[in-house]
């Protein structure tokens, strides 16, 4: 093994320890590549069908904590159940429910998108300084939530481009105390930089999510994306995971009818990077899920100028691929880490905001936010294998 595959591994292994860490995740594998993360104890429901899981609890003597249960958003609820089998009561209840699949899930880990920790290339690199195009007059620029970790105050990227008042800040860098640079520190940053560099006339929010290590539960990313300020017409997604069923979790169905119920808005989501070419990941899948908001939700493969990459998740639900490796961008000023502020770093999590930024120029030239989304894919050519591609 190469000192940079010695590198990898180490930050590949790191992240699985911090999940393994965590007392109250919990892990199943129907893939080796992908495991599905949720949360001991816990079920997200359906409001409208809270009454079916009640009864179904309530027969097999399991009982509802003292938390008892709580409303995430308007339409779902949250429950905390004692010494409860997650997997095998989601099967049950949907087995004997009317409506099956769409009354509960259990409360799912998702995971930003380098590939599970520090990227499918390794961890970022310092890279050499660049020079950011100007920024355009405050008049009619397009406004862009990133829902990712926080963003670090001291970056090369100008605070100019933040929305006032939007921003989440992080301040940490290692959690855990190990000497090391957590692996997603700087990676809203990094995906903010990205969106400049194409697509300077934007206004961004950054809402926080995932830690430091990239890991956010399902009801964390609801309540994130209630938070969506009516104006925001791009949101960014760089982070999703995978269902034991490959069926798509609730919470989040919740949470994206909800965002997009605004609808002058588009949600762009990362494939992910486990090498899948078999199972959904989400909430990228979405795209492909057949509701009535779908083609409002792009889901981005990565390529690396000649083919999609080959640690990309793809499948029929990606909408586009666009270039994932060895990225250029903003990263954060830190002395023992990243003297110049920049670094190259790989993954589709940073495909993902080089499709927002395509999009966010045709917003700003007058097109709608789906139309623009529309025009993009209609546009990107048919370059790599199956999926159309962004150059």
Known sequence: MSA?????????????RRLRSLPRLRSTTTRPDSP???VADELLVVE???RHVERYLTGHRREVTALGDEEVVPGLRRYFATGLDVP?????????????????CPNHVFLGTPFNHGGPCGPPVPASEATLAGRPSDDDLVSVAIVDTGAWVDSKLPAGYYRPGAVDIETETDVDNDGLLDGDVGHANFIAGVIVRHAPQVE??????LDTFGVCTEDQLVRALGRLDPSVQLVNLSLGGFTEDDLPPVGLRVALENALAVPDRVVVAAAGNNGNRISPFWPAAFAGAGHAWSDRVAAVAAHDGSAICDWSNAGPWV??????????????????????GWAQWSGTSFATPRVVAEIATHIAAGRS???ALEHVVATAGDTFDDYIGLS
């Open 48 to 50: 409208e069908d809270r």
């Open 369 to 371: 936010p789906a139309a």
């Open 4 to 16: 940079s595959d010695d590198r990898l591994a180490g930050y590949h292994h790191r992240r699985q």
């Open 88 to 104: 095998d009561t989601v099967r049950a209840v949907r087995g004997g429910a009317p409506r099956g699949a769409t009354v509960l």
């Open 36 to 38: 599905v993360w949720y």
């Open 319 to 340: 909408t586009l691929a666009a270039p994932g490796q060895d990225i250029h961008s903003t990263f954060i000023n830190h002395d023992e880490f990243f003297p110049s």
């Open 204 to 209: 961004l929010s950054v809402f926080k999510v």
